[in-house]
């Protein structure tokens, strides 16, 4: 699995837009999660959940080894009672004894202080949902919180907070400040509205808790099912991050994405987007479908912005009136017998107006040239001319004469 460069973080004083198509990602701290780092240097870590409940020890460590078999770097468990806290022991015990150690993350929702100190023990990480982890009840004639009430709760999600990262902290272990926002707290409605700044603060106050404590293994996340809510609420944490001097990596997903076309879609529309800005060091694709189906999106969108190199790129034209061939299917040929290269680029081009231009960045190209024939290419330079019914074969010849084929 390649990984592509990450270049230092390149700031403009004249404040025009540049021209430079490399993204450069934001400087954030390195956060170690088992045998994963999140951040500083390291490729944009793809991330997924099983759906099986975590007292199903057997179902549990199949399912979090299907993921990581398939390209799942961190794989994230529900725990919504002390028994499942107690049952992560023997997955993690079985999932080393039956392959190998998976970086695992305990998801702890409601009341969760007695829940998260049990899994900390057993886990790589710890997510907490600020607006969940103290309850707030809601009273139905309240117009505002007042500055006392404010800071007394507070105050009580400090003494409740405190263990847990006192207890991660000396472990050496990490947490993520998840913050839902469809599940903000009562008193920071009232306070910021339902707004990304409502999220922002929900995250810096857990943040600076933790701060104090000397603990700073953290990585944070603003999720919204709506993805303009989304996409501002990661922008104004970090800009408000930059200002507190914070430099935490950042998780990003959108929930509740859906299924099928339109799931995927949105969930490119809100990762890509803030990723091609450099905001975002770990990423995971929330789909309504078997969670192995997440993990090939979060690869394509990475790749498609130069992030990560875990396929072949393929370069092809949408067809025209000037195209040669069936381009559909052989394209469909042309994937089906170099699929198993990654790193490489291939274009495959049904004219020769756009066809030599359009792929100039290509490690190789196939383009229709006349009738019945095709030329491939090295580069920006025309090789040979063949027969269209011997391309493929053609192609993977030049590919083996520059000794950069594999067999699959």
Request: contains cysteine; glycine residues 8%; hydrophobic residues 35%.
């Amino acid at each position: 699995m390649q990984t592509l460069p990450n270049p230092a973080t390149v700031k403009s004083s004249s404040g025009e837009l540049s021209t430079d198509t490399t993204i450069h990602r934001r400087q954030t701290r390195p956060i170690q999660v088992g045998n994963v780092t999140i951040g500083g240097s390291h490729p944009v870590v793809v991330q997924s959940m099983i759906n099986e409940d975590t007292l199903d020890i057997d179902g549990s460590v199949a399912a979090i080894r299907r993921l990581h078999e398939i390209g799942c770097e961190i794989v994230r468990v529900t725990v919504p009672s002390m028994a499942h806290a107690q049952a992560l022991a023997e997955i993690k015990q079985k999932l080393y004894a039956s392959y190998q150690p998976v970086p695992i993350v305990a998801d702890v929702h409601h009341n969760g202080m007695k829940i998260a100190l049990e899994v900390a023990k057993h886990i790589d990480k710890v997510r907490i949902n600020p607006g969940l982890y103290v309850f707030e009840k809601p009273k139905s004639n309240r117009t505002e919180y007042s500055q006392t009430e404010f800071e007394e709760i507070g105050d009580k999600i400090r003494q409740t907070l405190e263990p847990l990262v006192v207890c991660l902290r000396d472990q050496g272990k990490a947490m993520r400040i998840g913050v839902n926002h469809g599940s903000l707290a009562e008193r920071m409605l009232f306070t910021y509205g339902d707004t990304p700044e409502g999220m922002v603060e929900s995250a810096l106050e857990f943040i600076r808790i933790c701060e104090s404590l000397d603990f700073r293994n953290l990585v944070i996340s603003l999720k919204a099912s709506r993805v303009p809510v989304m996409i501002a609420a990661n922008r104004l944490m970090v800009k408000r991050m930059n200002e507190l001097g914070m430099d935490y990596p950042l998780h990003l997903g959108v929930t509740e994405a859906g299924d099928g076309e339109y799931g995927r879609i949105k969930s490119t529309a809100g990762i890509g987007t803030l990723l091609a800005e450099g905001i975002g060091d770990t990423i995971r694709v929330s789909l309504t479908e078997a969670p192995e189906k997440e993990i090939p999106v979060c690869y394509s969108i990475l790749q498609s912005l130069g992030l990560r190199k875990t396929m072949v790129e393929y370069v092809a034209c949408p067809s025209c009136g000037r195209t040669l061939f069936n381009l559909e299917e052989v394209l469909h040929k042309v994937r089906e017998a170099t699929k198993h290269l990654t790193g490489l680029d291939i274009a495959v081009m049904g004219c020769i107006v756009n066809g030599p231009g359009e792929m100039a960045d290509a490690d190789y190209g196939y383009v229709g040239k006349q009738p019945g024939y095709i030329s491939l290419y090295r580069g920006r330079e025309e090789i040979k001319r063949v027969p269209e019914d011997r391309g493929v074969e053609e192609l993977i010849n030049l590919i083996k004469a520059d000794d950069r084929w594999v067999d699959p």
